[in-house]
């Protein structure tokens, strides 16, 4: 297992919806930031969390906020956009989500 940890932004409000076994799964994007050669440069993750035992925290999570997540890093997929391009996914399952001292 590869663990890896985030600090970023939440690029969207959590979503949460249920496997047809009715298990439950919230996602959101979030971005980190880093600077490279002088530039900035924004990664986007796909993030997961399994189950309720990260709902206490989920409900004040919002589009913007500031957290930091502990996880399973997923093998990275490469698609196409719709301009032609190659980009990258970048997934991981959430084991644990802290609020992020550096936020607002």
């Given amino acids: 297992m590869n663990n890896i940890t985030l600090a970023g932004r939440l690029g969207t409000d959590p979503e949460v919806r249920f496997t047809p076994s009715g298990q439950k799964v919230t996602s959101f994007s ?3 930031n880093s600077r490279k050669g002088g530039k900035d440069e924004t990664t986007w993750w796909r993030i997961t969390v399994w189950g ?3 709902d206490k925290m989920i409900q004040y999570l919002k589009k913007g906020s500031a ?3 502990v996880g399973e890093l997923h093998k990275p997929e490469i698609y196409t956009d719709r301009n032609g391009n190659s980009q990258v996914s970048m997934e991981v399952t ?3 989500l802290k609020f992020s001292p550096f936020g607002k």
């Fill in 67 to 69: 957290i930091i997540v």
């Fill in 94 to 96: 959430a084991e644990i």
């Fill in 30 to 32: 979030m971005a980190t």
């Fill in 52 to 54: 309720e035992r990260l």
